[in-house]
């Protein structure tokens, strides 16, 4: 079963506005990653928050964690187009060792 | 670093063929992992190996599958006999330390099976 699920599936918006997505899971985690996938290629690490950790920030990222929720968060201020992909959230499954990735949210901005 | 490497990126093959893809992780990495991606399912581990051993195989689909770590630098995804259900793009990715740690992804393996 899916342990992260991402909210919204799609999301458009115009270059400059700020993008929210966020991520469900249903077991206690050790850490919550996102990645992001652009068209065609594999998917790139963003940033790994720990679940003693509440927000993190690496540039225009940032990301929350509400473990007594079960959710995060990530915001991507005044994006830009280069910024369309598609973004996963990961959650170790607590118990073997696993990733497990939810089905994504596909972020378009347009310029 | 070149990152993780991928063969081939685009193969073709007709039902019933053996697919053989291959994946060379970073060097000094010592987890490595093999996902599979379609619009259906999404993204799915298939299996992943700590220092050249298999210690998750559960996502397998059948005994069609099969993969191999016969050193630190390379590892093989096989599929004998291949069907059109296993079209699909394969990923590897690799990670030093835990499985939990940051996963580096390779391009990945776009599969049509015929």
């Known amino acids: 079963s899916q342990q992260g699920e991402e909210d919204p599936q799609a999301l458009s918006i115009q270059e400059g506005e700020n993008a929210t997505m966020n991520c469900s899971y249903k077991?206690?985690?050790?850490?919550l990653q996102w990645y992001r996938q652009n068209s065609g290629r594999g998917l790139v690490h963003l940033i790994l928050?720990?679940?003693?950790?509440r927000e993190k920030h690496s540039g225009r990222l940032r990301v929350t964690l509400d473990t007594s929720k079960k959710s995060s968060s990530l915001l991507i201020t005044a994006s830009r187009a280069a910024d369309t992909a598609s973004y996963f959230c990961?959650?170790?499954?607590?118990?073997?060792?696993?990733?497990?990735f939810g089905q994504g949210t596909e972020l378009s901005v347009k310029p | 670093d070149a990152g993780v490497i991928q063969s081939p990126r685009h193969e073709v093959t007709e039902m019933g063929q053996e697919v053989t893809l291959r994946c060379k992780p970073i060097?000094?990495?010592?987890?490595l992992f093999w996902y599979r991606q379609t619009m259906m399912r999404g993204l799915e581990l298939l299996i992943y190996?700590?220092?050249?051993?298999?210690?998750?195989d559960s996502g397998m689909p059948e005994d069609r599958f099969s993969a191999k770590m016969p050193n630190a630098s390379f590892s093989t995804l096989k599929i004998q006999p291949s069907e059109p259900r296993d079209s699909a793009v394969y990923f590897c990715?690799?990670?030093?330390?835990?499985?939990?740690?940051?996963?580096?992804f390779g391009p990945g393996t776009r599969l049509t099976v015929l």
């Open positions: 990715a690799s990670s030093f330390g835990s499985s939990y740690n940051e996963q580096f």
């Open positions: 077991t206690s985690i050790n850490n």
């Open positions: 928050i720990r679940s003693n950790e």
């Open positions: 990961a959650t170790d499954d607590n118990q073997g060792g696993k990733l497990i």
């Open positions: 060097s000094g990495h010592d987890y």
């Open positions: 190996f700590n220092n050249n051993v298999p210690i998750d």
